[in-house]
């Protein structure tokens, strides 16, 4: 996970399909509020505890 002044950025996957993302979000949301882009389950997301710098982040998103 990485904290960029208000949002947090963390790759989740979604329990119900198994999609990974990169989740930009405000801090104050909570995971189960996110909604996969995939499947469109919202409540299904966990963090992988996948670590990656900043400059990854970056790269991985621009694929997506």
Excluded: F
Excluded at 18 to 32: E, F, G, Q, S
Excluded at 40 to 62: F, H, N, S
């Amino acid at each position: 996970m990485l904290i960029v002044g208000d949002h947090k950025v963390s790759e989740v996957i979604c329990l119900n399909c198994y999609r990974r993302w990169l989740a930009a979000r405000p801090v104050d949301v909570k995971l189960y509020d996110l909604k996969c882009p995939q499947c469109g389950t919202v409540g299904g997301a966990i963090e992988t505890g996948e670590t990656c710098i900043g400059d990854d982040l970056l790269k991985q998103a621009m694929k997506e």
